[in-house]
């Protein structure tokens, strides 16, 4: 499955490495650049916005800190 995946935070980033372990092909989105190259070592496509990791994808998954910033994500996305 093509998944997005925005936040790889202490919660997100062990959900995305499970899913790129299960065979799934991740779009991912976060601020900090370091968790991004980390996450492109292990196949996965970077993106450089929430919009961008989110096109094309079936599936959409935000791990973010407040509901302030979930909804500034999928605001933008629309």
């Avoid at 995946?5 to 372990?21: Q, S, T």
């Avoid at 989105?29 to 292990?42: H, M, P, Q, T």
């Amino acid at each position: 499955m093509n998944i997005a995946f925005i936040g790889l935070g202490n919660m997100g980033a062990p959900m995305a490495r499970n899913l790129i372990n299960a065979g799934h092909s991740l779009h991912v989105f976060d601020l900090n650049k370091d968790v991004l190259s980390e996450f492109a070592g292990l196949g996965a496509k970077v993106s450089d916005s929430p919009r961008q990791a989110a096109e094309g994808s079936e599936l959409v998954i935000t791990m973010l800190p407040a509901a302030a910033r979930v909804r500034s994500v999928y605001v933008a996305c629309t």
